[in-house]
């Protein structure tokens, strides 16, 4: 195995290298061969100053959260950073790559802090649902004072190296090997030239305890009633660094980390870390290796089309437009061209960027032009016989091993992959809407969709910065299919006594951004009503069916682009009335079908969609749509707006607790079977008492 930590020693200096790959995370390993070196470099008389580096990609990029939830194992973190801030000997930290959380906490503890230009430094344990408990809260506002420390903690957003020289946790950035810049300036201070308490004067913030206890203040304020506990535990923390001594500052951070690190939403923000990186290991592969891919045709510049053009030149590909005639393509062009207008306006593309990435996208109106890419994205309108058509031609004129993939949001992905004659170069790529600022991608994985094929889609996801997720071939495919179980549920309690309006209240306090009816407003109420239409023939009579949609459909209320659906809008406005009209159609609709409204509580209606949604999942499951339960909850989470603090469908059905769920569910098929009978894997689980977790196969 090899060593974690490396040490060598030379003119007085000592460096210990951390080599604990991907990242460095500080785990138990690392900890230990760290404080064993350092202890041992402590005692070396021919040591008189200590650099801390380390090897690959990055500076430890924190603690290991994949410890977290287990019994902690000696020397804690915390232990550790208090070793390096007593020791004897001066310890100077050379800095490159992503140097977050705990790994942030154990260089503020060094006398010293070098950092490579273009070093990240950031404390982003609040969205883990946690804060730094390594001595964060209690060192960095000492170092800085404690409004920008807020400002880190409770943001959790990285700054770049030198705006940590401007706020003082950095001290000096250099362009060369950040290692030898260290040990050059620890050789100085073993030569007794340098002195690091002087060379590196430290301000004492907590002089001024009216300007802390302001930025305190100013937090609690900030924050309001946030809905997690992490900002006002960091707040209290930062508090407790001016008001109480170093040691018992230190202990209060640890009792508060302990505290938040065992709460469900900390778990849950866990799960969603590891998940979105658990969606990308794909075992069934056998090892198949992404094809090249540099050049990327779009077919279709519309919403989707130019998003997705735009998210491709973003990634560094060139990108050819298509559009059946001159006046569609320079639309096209025109909308990539704003998208990339909105991001140098929001800071995320730089002018020169902007203009680089123009350069890489042609247009054109002949498909021809593509005979030359590596992969093709057709993001047409969701028409079945258009969609082949154009597959078929792409079959055609592209070259042999030009990947083909289509953006349907639900159709037959098999169908689209045989008209284009070679249906192992095709793959499904869901983008979601925006596309150029959604991460989630499906990559839709046909019966003979060959393994190098779906492992381009992966690479091509990843190198969008996206996060991409297997699925099979069905009828919305993993999310679309769980959001029309919800909506679903929903629609029966509609149907039952509930408003609309009382149900999107209950969504949204259990943690959606919107209730299911205020986004159908937005979506557009006509694509799920053709979708129902499309699917009326094929309709199960014996199924219950709700037809509110339709009887709003059919009176013109198709949503915010129609300045009514669910709610009404007026001409400024987005933000939706309630509308008693809707009402009246609903009453209507109960009185033809004798149904006779009741009351229903915000429990129920949580209950039930979270019952409706982790059945569905449970089916996919059994259908192999998705690998694994913590895929599903990555695209519930990333394309629906699923509470991240609740971790997913899936995740929040082990919270809940499986027996309870799937007796609910027994309960609601006595009302409606075929909908809400609960899936066989319920009971698998349950009877061997495991949880949907146990599933998710590493
Ligand atoms: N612990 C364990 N594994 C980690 C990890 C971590 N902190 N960070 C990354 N990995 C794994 C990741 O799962 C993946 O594994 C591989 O490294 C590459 O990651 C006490 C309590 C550093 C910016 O929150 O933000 O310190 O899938 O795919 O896109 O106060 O990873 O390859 O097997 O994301 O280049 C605080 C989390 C922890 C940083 C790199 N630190 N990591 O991004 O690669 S809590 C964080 C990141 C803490 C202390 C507190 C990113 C990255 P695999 P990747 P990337």
Redesign the pocket.
């Known amino acids: 195995m090899t060593e974690v930590v490396r040490r060598s020693t030379a003119d007085g200096v000592t460096t210990l290298t951390l080599d604990n790959p991907?990242?460095n995370?500080?785990?138990k390993d690392l900890r230990r061969g760290l404080l064993e070196a350092l202890t041992q470099a402590e005692a070396d008389p021919d040591t008189r100053a200590i650099v801390l580096a380390a090897a690959g990609?990055?500076w430890?990029?924190?603690?290991?959260?994949?410890?977290?939830g287990k019994p902690p194992a000696e020397p804690l973190?915390?232990e550790l950073c208090a070793a390096v801030a007593t020791c004897t000997k001066p310890v100077i930290a050379a800095l490159h790559?992503?140097v977050?959380?705990?790994?942030?906490?154990l260089a503020l503890a060094a006398g010293g802090r070098l950092a490579k230009l273009g070093t990240?430094l950031?404390?982003?344990?609040v969205?883990?649902g946690?804060?730094?408990?390594?001595?964060?809260t209690q060192r960095l506002p000492r170092l800085i004072g404690a409004k920008p420390a807020l400002g880190l903690m409770l943001s959790?957003l990285p700054v770049a190296a030198e705006r940590a020289v401007e706020l003082g946790f950095v001290d000096a950035v250099t362009d060369g090997d950040v290692r030898s810049a260290a040990e050059a300036m620890a050789r100085k201070i073993a030569a007794g030239e340098v002195d690091l308490a002087r060379k590196f004067p430290r301000p004492d913030h907590r002089a001024d305890a009216t300007t802390w206890l302001r930025a305190v203040a100013s937090a609690r304020e900030g924050i309001g009633k946030a809905r997690l506990p992490a900002p006002g535990r960091i707040i209290d923390c930062v508090e407790a660094a001016l008001l109480l001594p170093e040691e018992e500052g230190l202990a209060y951070e640890r009792a508060a980390?302990e505290d938040l690190?065992g709460t469900p939403e900390a778990a849950a923000l866990r799960h969603a870390?590891?998940s979105?990186?658990?969606a990308?290991?794909l075992p069934d592969l056998g090892g198949a290796e992404a094809r090249e891919v540099s050049t990327v045709g779009v077919v279709g510049g519309g919403l989707m089309g130019s998003g997705i053009a735009t998210a491709l030149l973003s990634a560094g590909y060139r990108v050819t437009l298509i559009e059946r005639d001159p006046t569609a393509l320079s639309a096209g062009l025109a909308r990539v061209a704003t998208n990339q207008e909105r991001a140098v306006s929001k800071g995320r593309l730089s002018k020169a960027g902007q203009e680089e990435a123009w350069s890489r996208i042609a247009g054109a109106n002949d498909m021809a032009a593509l005979s030359e890419s590596d992969l093709v994205i057709e993001a047409v309108p969701e028409d079945e016989e258009l969609k082949q058509r154009i597959f078929a031609e792409l079959g055609a004129v592209t070259r042999p091993g030009t990947i083909l993939a289509t953006n349907t949001s639900y159709l037959d992905v098999n169908g689209i992959a045989d008209a284009s004659g070679r249906p192992e170069d095709v793959v499904g790529l869901h983008f979601f809407s925006p596309a150029q600022v959604m991460k989630l991608i499906e990559v839709v994985v046909g019966d003979s969709t060959a393994p190098d094929v779906t492992a381009t889609a992966f690479a091509l996801a990843?190198r969008m910065?996206k996060i991409a997720v297997r699925a099979g071939v069905c009828d919305g495919f993993i999310g679309n299919r769980i959001l029309t179980a919800y909506r679903t549920a929903t629609d029966f309690l509609l149907e039952d006594g509930a408003s609309p309006y009382d149900i999107d209240r209950a969504m949204v306090e259990w943690g959606f951004p919107k209730g299911p009816y205020a986004v159908l407003d937005m979506a557009g109420l006509d694509i799920s009503w053709a979708r129902r239409k499309r699917l009326a023939a094929t309709r199960d009579p014996t199924r219950r069916y709700v037809a509110i949609g339709d009887r709003l459909c059919e009176a013109g209320r198709l949503g915010q682009k129609a300045g009514k659906g669910y709610y009404r809008y007026s001409d400024d406005s987005r933000h939706g009335e309630e509308d008693p009209e809707v009402l009246g159609l609903i009453v209507a609709e109960r009185q033809a079908k004798g149904i006779v409204p009741r009351q229903v509580t915000d429990a129920e209606i949580q209950t039930r969609v979270l019952a409706a949604m982790a059945n569905e999942g449970a089916r996919i499951l059994e259908e192999g749509i998705a690998a694994r339960p913590s895929d599903v909850d990555v695209v519930m989470m990333l394309g629906y707006g699923f509470p991240r603090w609740r971790g997913g469908p899936m995740q929040a059905a082990d919270a809940a607790g499986l027996l309870g769920l799937r007796n609910h569910l027994k309960d609601y098929a006595r009302e409606e079977a075929a909908f809400w009978q609960p899936a066989q894997l319920w009971d698998d689980l349950i009877k061997n008492g495991r949880k949907f977790s146990d599933l998710n196969s590493?």
Do not use: H, Y
Not at 60 to 68: K, N, Q, T, V, Y
Not at 122 to 125: A, C, K, N, S
Not at 130 to 136: E, T
């Open positions: 991907p990242v995370a500080l785990g990609r990055t430890p990029a924190g603690a290991d959260i994949r410890e977290f973190l915390p790559g992503t977050f959380g705990g790994g942030l906490e990240q950031g404390l982003p344990e969205t883990l946690i804060l730094p408990g390594a001595g964060g959790g980390f690190v870390f590891l979105e990186r658990r990308a290991r990843k910065g590493e």
